[in-house]
């Protein structure tokens, strides 16, 4: 399978030096060369995309990125500087490179204004935030469905680009579950348990019914949500607790969001959220370099799925939602 397009493909950067956030993902031996990867554009990274059968890779910022920087003003400034940066790597290969903009989520009006000169002025292809926001101090988050966003998601619907929610850890104040546990921290667990809630709140606030066309990426095969979604619905019918929306949990699912296969190489969990969301709300994506490239690729070219549907989430897919 030739001629993919990779949606989840991170990048980081020294200047400003946000490349070190990541070298908790990794062991002390295997740091050092996972840091060239994603300081890597277009030398080492391309080889790779051309063995892999991968004409595109969307880049994006590492995690937790700009949404750790609870001080409102760096934010803004980091953002702006690296998404000037995403632009310069695409003007370079825009035949082999797009990318999301990292967003001050910190700054509503800021991030608002940022989304649109990135994707208006720097040709960028939608925004990606890694979850909740650090606003002021490092104990305040602020999750997007917060009502400080309202002109945020508006622009967003008017610019007609997708947002990528991309997992980050959730504060170990607030879990204590995970305490003497370490291990579910990250993307062994923590990460889709915090990602599929923070959807899942997305969903419950109301804010499809307020914005139709709104689209949400969301990797890993939707964060546990395909697979639970339906006992989800089926509960919050019996015991609905105030929630006031026009649709099901499922009906926002298959509507509003993407899924991407990043990380998640396992076809019988594939074929369930085929049947759950259906193939045209599938991408394929490896993300890259928190796991194998050649894994990602390999094991998605191997799947024994009607053509028809293996080139929808090998590229048209996400040619039709990215208008490339």
Same mark, same amino acid.
């Given at each position: ?30 740091? *050092? ?70 967003? *001050? ?115 890993? !095969? ?17 015991? *609905? ?11 926002? !699912?298959?509507?509003?969001?993407? !899924? ?10 594939? !074929? ?53």
């Amino acid at each position: 399978m030739v001629h993919k397009i990779a949606l989840e493909e991170h990048f980081g950067a020294t200047d400003p030096n946000i490349v070190e956030q990541s070298a908790t993902h990794f062991t002390s031996d295997a740091w *050092p060369a996972h840091r060239d990867m994603l300081l890597d554009i277009h030398d080492s990274r391309l080889q790779l995309m051309d063995e892999c059968g991968i004409d595109k890779a969307v880049l994006s910022l590492l995690s937790p990125g700009i949404q750790s920087l609870h001080d409102s003003a760096q934010a803004v400034d980091w953002a702006q500087r690296l998404n000037d940066y995403a632009a310069k790597q695409v003007a370079h290969r825009p035949d082999r490179f797009a990318s999301f903009a990292a967003l *001050p989520m910190q700054d509503p009006a800021a991030a608002t204004a940022e989304i649109r000169r990135a994707v208006t002025e720097l040709g960028l292809v939608g925004a990606l935030v890694n979850g909740f926001s650090q606003v002021g101090d490092e104990n305040t988050v602020v999750y997007l469905d917060d009502p400080r966003y309202t002109e945020f998601w508006s622009t967003v619907e008017e610019l007609d680009v997708p947002v990528y929610l991309h997992p980050r850890d959730p504060l170990e104040s607030t879990t204590p579950q995970y305490h003497g546990h370490p291990w579910l921290y990250g993307s062994a667990w923590a990460f889709s348990v915090e990602t599929g809630t923070h959807a899942l709140g997305l969903m419950g606030s109301g804010l499809f019914d307020r914005h139709p066309n709104l689209n949400i990426i969301l990797g890993h !095969l939707g964060e546990l949500l395909p697979f639970n979604v339906w006992r989800t619905d089926h509960r919050v019918a019996v015991a *609905p607790r105030g929630i006031d929306i026009q649709h099901s949990f499922g009906h926002y !699912l298959r509507n509003n969001f993407y !899924l991407t296969t990043s990380g998640n190489f396992r076809t019988p969990a594939l !074929l369930n959220t085929i049947q759950e969301v259906g193939a045209d709300r599938l991408l394929f994506s490896a993300d890259y370099p928190f796991e194998d490239m050649r894994e990602a690729a390999d094991w998605f070219d191997r799947l024994e799925i009607n053509d028809n549907d293996h080139i929808k989430i090998a590229r048209t897919n996400a040619q039709a939602l990215l208008k490339m």
